[in-house]
């Protein structure tokens, strides 16, 4: 790893044998599991005791999960649908409730993100709503359903959310950072009751990770981003140690930073938008 990625990002490392002991008899629900992070956690999570259920859009590469966990051992079975959708998150839950599935543990991964001027936004008002549908509605619904069986295991969310909701307000990122921002404030509220209950309520702030999530943007090619195995393992070591949360150590200098030299930043980056 080069250097600067090392003290950016110092390695998490967490043992199999942890995690197996972590997940034994257990059913791990992660969304977005087809590609990038969610994907890679998945495979992670192959283990003779351990239940995957995923889900995604991609069917043929949800399916490629599932058969390599199989052949590792583990169990697994996923669902597709567009969680933009009602219907995605009904058939999601009624399939669960209709093969007594019980959740341990829920990690809210799927995501989009956009990054637009909002001046190039004005015929495009499906950017907030689509991000909302994913990025808010449909974690919010799915926690709603899940936590009645949450809470008799006591069990854990891990929410996969972006450093970018720990900052001030980021020029062309409007749709992103409201929404997984109205996530990040409506897990908080619930994170008290939820403990109280037993179960376990942790966020990930996740930096610039190099999946295809940030591919379209030539621009972050040049920048220290994370590999996305690093950001498995934080995801595991939550799991194996429950109370774990995560933001990089940096976000506390940065922040105050961009509160200080506001104007510059700003105009740097808007101006930088192409
Ligand atoms: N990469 C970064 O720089 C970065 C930074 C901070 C936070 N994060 C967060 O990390 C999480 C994982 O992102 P990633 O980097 O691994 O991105 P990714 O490689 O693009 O993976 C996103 C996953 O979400 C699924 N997904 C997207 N839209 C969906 C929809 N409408 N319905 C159902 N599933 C959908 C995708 O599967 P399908 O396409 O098959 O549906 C895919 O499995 C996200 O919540 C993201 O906000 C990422």
Redesign the pocket.
């Known amino acids: 790893m080069p250097f600067l990625q090392r003290i950016l990002y110092p390695n998490v490392k967490v043992s199999d044998s942890k995690l197996e002991k972590a997940l034994l008899n257990k059913t791990i629900l992660i969304?977005?599991?087809?590609?990038?992070?969610?994907?890679l956690l998945a495979e992670k999570s192959a283990f003779p005791n351990t239940n995957v259920l995923i889900?995604?859009?991609?069917e043929e590469?949800l399916k490629e999960v599932c058969t390599i966990i199989n052949q590792k051992g583990g169990n697994a079975q996923y669902f597709v649908?567009?969680?933009?959708e009602k219907k995605t998150t009904k058939e999601f839950l009624d399939l669960i409730k209709n093969q007594n599935i019980s959740v341990d543990v829920f990690v809210n991964?799927?995501?989009?993100?956009i990054r637009r001027s909002v001046y190039d936004s004005i015929d495009r008002f499906h950017d907030f709503t689509r991000t909302m549908d994913?990025n808010y509605y449909a974690p919010v619904e799915l926690i709603l359903s899940l936590l009645p069986c949450l809470s008799k295991k006591k069990g854990q969310i891990i929410n996969?959310?972006?450093i970018i909701v720990l900052f001030p307000s980021i020029p062309l990122w409007s749709a992103y950072q409201a929404s997984?921002g109205a996530f990040h404030i409506w897990f908080k509220s619930i994170k008290p009751e939820l403990n109280l209950r037993g179960v376990a309520a942790n966020n990930i702030y996740?930096?610039?990770?190099k999946?295809?999530?940030?591919a379209p943007t030539q621009k972050f090619d040049k920048l220290p981003?994370m590999n996305?195995e690093q950001a498995m393992q934080i995801i595991t070591n939550s799991i194996v140690k429950r109370n774990y949360n995560y933001k990089p150590w940096w976000t506390m200098v940065v922040k105050p930073l961009i509160f200080i030299f506001k104007r510059p930043f700003y105009k740097a980056t808007i101006m930088n938008s192409k």
Do not use: E
């Open positions: 969304s977005g599991a087809s590609f990038g992070i969610g994907r889900l995604g859009r991609t590469q649908g567009d969680l933009r991964n799927a995501g989009k993100s994913l996969i959310s972006s997984k996740l930096p610039l990770v999946t295809r999530m940030i981003a996305p």
